[in-house]
């Protein structure tokens, strides 16, 4: 749980978490900007990150055409997977979790995402080569939001609840 909360404060503080209010009201946006913050990942592209974009007409998803069937559980190998709930809902991020045990994925930590005002349910996944991992996620949990960010340093797979999650 305190993973899961220093992941997010560390993103605040780099500025790559932005939480905007649009018409519809309070959403989270998750960016990524180059910084100059050190990483653990030092084999990241200058072009990994890709701009989450939750205003689009697809809910702000993006997939890869690769990752598009997505991977199963015995695909996740050392890929580092945090569940982090964005709503008031108490204990969201624990059932989710235990969703995805059942399912045979390996969640590293939960925790609370630092804003309750998410709404939609977003996988993100830090490399290209993490995308099927990310929909495989996706799929166990019954959502289809998926999107390349590296708001997240700490993980390589990041799953923000919304108020769209029914868990």
Known sequence: MLVGIGVLVLALLNGSVQFTEGSGGSTASATSTPSASASSDSDSDSGAGADADSGSDDG?????????????AAD??????????????????????????????TVSSTGDAGTTGATQTIVYYQQES?????????????????????????ADVSVVLGSDYTG
């Open 130 to 154: 993490q995308a099927a991992v990310a929909q495989g996620v996706a799929q166990a949990l019954g959502v289809s939001a998926v999107q390349q960010s590296a708001a997240f340093p700490n």
């Open 60 to 72: 702000g998803a993006t997939q890869s055409p690769s990752a598009a069937a997505g991977a199963s």
């Open 76 to 105: 996740q190998g050392a890929t580092t997977l945090v569940v982090l709930n964005g709503t008031s809902t108490t204990g969201l991020a624990a059932n989710a979790s235990t969703r995805l045990g059942t399912a045979g994925w």
